[in-house]
C-alpha cells in the first residue's frame, strides 16, 4: 500500500481535529519506498525497538508517544531525540505517530483500560466538542458497587505496577473516571461529576490534598496505564487494510521507569510484550 493512501486511512480512523492542538502526531518521518509491507507498532522509541523493526524489515513505524515533539534546531547523535531519528532515515523507515487522536477514539486509551480492568465505559469523561462519538476519558458506573481496597488490587494487577492512592469519600466505589496517561488537568472534571475514583497518572502531592476525603485518585504510573495501547491500535487498522500489510506488534520494552523493591513488576510488563510479539 502506498504510504499516502495508509496516512488517508489513519486519519479517516483517527481524525487529527479530535487531537490536541499543541500535539505532534502524523507522518513524522518519510522513507523513498514507494509501497509499504511491513508495519511496525510500539508505543515509543528506543534503540532496541528499532533494531526490532527492523528485524522485520519495517517499512513503517507507528508510535502512540512522538518521537519529535518540539521542532529540531538541530540533528545530532548525542541526543535521544537526534540519535533515533537519525537512525530511521539512516535505515529508512518511516515515522507515524498517533497520540492524543487515539486517546480521544471511541475505544482510544482510556475505554482500553477500562476494558482490561472488567468494566463497560458508560460514557466519556469529556466528550469532543468537533466530532460526535469521540472524547477524553471514560466515566464507569457500577451496578453493584466495588470496595476501594478490590479496585486497587484489580489496578495493580492489571497494570503491573506499585500504585499511589489517597482516601476518597467512600469504601464503596460505584462511579470511576479513567484518563490514560497524564490526567490531572481533569481532577476537577471528575469531582464535578461525582466520582468517587480518578484513575491516571503522574498526580502530584498536592493534587491528592486537594481532594482528601473527596474523592480518591489512583496512579498506577504513566506507561503502566498505556502499554495495551500499541495493540489496540493495531488491532483497530487490522479492520481498515487490506490484505498484504503485516502488522507488526513490538516487544520491546520501553518503560524507562524501574521499581524498587522490584516485585516482578517489569518482568510482568515483559511478559505481556511477548505475549503478542510479532
Known amino acids: 500500500m502506498e504510504l499516502s493512501k495508509l496516512v488517508n486511512i489513519f486519519e479517516q480512523e483517527f481524525p487529527p481535529i479530535t487531537a490536541w492542538s499543541d500535539d505532534s502526531i502524523g507522518l513524522q518521518i518519510s ?10 507498532f510500539t508505543l515509543e522509541l528506543n534503540e532496541d525497538s528499532i533494531s526490532e523493526a527492523l528485524s522485520y524489515s519495517s517499512d513503517l513505524i507507528v508510535i502512540f508517544h512522538p518521537l519529535i ?11 535521544r531525540v537526534g540519535n533515533l531519528v537519525t537512525k530511521l532515515i539512516k535505515n529508512d523507515i518511516g515515522l507515524y505517530a498517533i497520540h492524543t487522536n487515539f486517546d480521544s477514539h471511541p475505544y482510544g486509551t482510556s475505554y482500553e483500560l477500562c476494558k482490561q480492568l472488567g468494566f463497560i465505559k458508560s460514557k466519556f469523561l469529556v466528550p469532543d466538542d468537533n466530532i460526535d462519538g469521540y472524547g477524553m476519558g471514560v466515566i464507569i458506573e457500577l451496578k453493584n458497587s466495588i470496595k476501594l481496597n478490590e479496585l486497587l488490587e484489580k489496578v495493580t494487577d492489571i497494570c503491573n505496577s506499585p500504585l499511589k492512592y489517597n482516601k476518597g469519600r467512600t469504601e464503596n466505589i460505584t462511579k470511576i473516571a479513567i484518563i490514560g496517561g ?18 491516571t497518572a503522574d498526580i502530584k502531592y498536592h493534587d491528592y490534598h486537594s481532594v482528601e476525603g473527596k474523592m480518591a485518585i489512583i ?3 504513566h506507561y503502566e496505564m498505556e502499554q495495551f495501547v500499541p495493540m489496540a491500535i493495531k488491532n483497530i487498522l487490522k479492520e481498515r487494510l487490506e490484505e498484504g500489510i503485516n502488522l507488526i506488534m513490538g516487544s520491546v ?6 521499581y524498587y ?4 513488576y517489569k518482568e510482568s510488563q515483559i511478559k505481556y510484550l511477548n505475549n503478542y510479539k510479532g
Open 31 to 40: 522513507n523513498s519506498k514507494s509501497r509499504i509491507k511491513n508495519v511496525y
Open 69 to 79: 515533539f518540539r521542532p529540531l534546531s538541530t540533528i545530532t547523535t548525542d541526543n
Open 182 to 199: 497524564s490526567g490531572s488537568s481533569y481532577i476537577p472534571e471528575a469531582l464535578n461529576q461525582g466520582c468517587d475514583v480518578f484513575i
Open 219 to 221: 496512579d498506577p504510573g
Open 253 to 258: 520494552l520501553t518503560n524507562p521507569v524501574n
Open 261 to 264: 523493591p522490584q516485585h516482578n
